[in-house]
Structures are given as C-alpha cells and as structure tokens.
C-alpha cells in the first residue's frame, strides 16, 4: 500500500502543500538524524519519504472528521511497530514536529490561518504525548 496522494486529502492547506510539508519532514529527519542514512541506507530513505504523506494522510482524517484521537491511536500504534524495528519514540515525535513546522512555513490564506493552527496544534500535542509517555512515572 501507498500513502494517499496529497491531491486526494480533504484539507485544502495539505492538498496544496502537502507534498512540500512531507519533504520538510524527510529533509529534517536526515539532518537531525544523519545516522538514519548509515543504518537504513536507501531504502531508509524512501520509507522515510513515504512516512511523511502517512502522517499526513492521518492527520486529515483526524481533522476532516473533527476527532483527534484518531490521530493520537494512529501515532501509539506506530510508535509500538517502529520502536519494535529500532527506530526511537523521538524520531517519531521530530517527524511530527518537522511536519509542524513544515506547515508553518508555507503560505497560507487568512481564511485557512485557523485549521493551519488545528493542524499544527495536533501534531505538536501528539508529538508531546509521545515524548511523556516515555517519562517514567507519566
């Protein structure tokens, strides 16, 4: 299976941007993590590519239909497959940051300035949600 193409997703910021946000997302994760390279090689790369347009596909359902746990079981169930591979809580909680920050940087009209935020407000929550969970004692 394949992500979704962006041009496919509900939100109007994501099908413009989409794709640009995704390859904020990947150009980070191999800047902050340039051991990723070493380890997983190329086909690191393209799942790491594809990962991008996953989360996103995720995020849109969650906001289309105004449920954000959606997103939040979507994150638990792929910290569980991706720490049972190697890949650490804080590598999935970066690339939901970097989507955020992906989505900040791209132009946006007025009219979508608030579901901007609402997207970028989820990835950040879950992103934080992630990091917890892995405080002893949370």
């Known amino acids: 299976m394949r992500p979704k ?8 910021l994501l099908r413009a941007h989409g794709d640009t946000v995704a390859r904020h997302c990947y150009e980070r994760c191999y800047r902050t993590w340039p051991e990723l390279e070493a380890r997983y090689g190329e086909r690191g790369r393209s799942f790491v590519a594809e990962d991008g347009l996953w989360h996103l596909e995720h995020l849109d ?3 289309a239909v105004q449920i954000p746990q959606l997103f939040e079981d979507y994150a638990a169930w792929l910290v569980g497959l991706l720490e049972a591979r190697g890949v650490g809580r804080e590598q999935v909680a970066g690339a939901f940051k970097f989507l955020a920050e992906g989505l900040e940087r791209v132009e946006c009209p007025e009219e979508l300035q608030e579901h901007r935020r609402e997207l970028v407000a989820l990835l950040l929550d ?11 004692g949370t």
């Open 61 to 63: 359902a969650a906001v």
């Open 126 to 136: 879950t992103a934080a949600r992630i990091l917890q969970a892995a405080t002893p």
């Open 5 to 12: 193409p962006v041009s496919q997703l509900k939100s109007p």
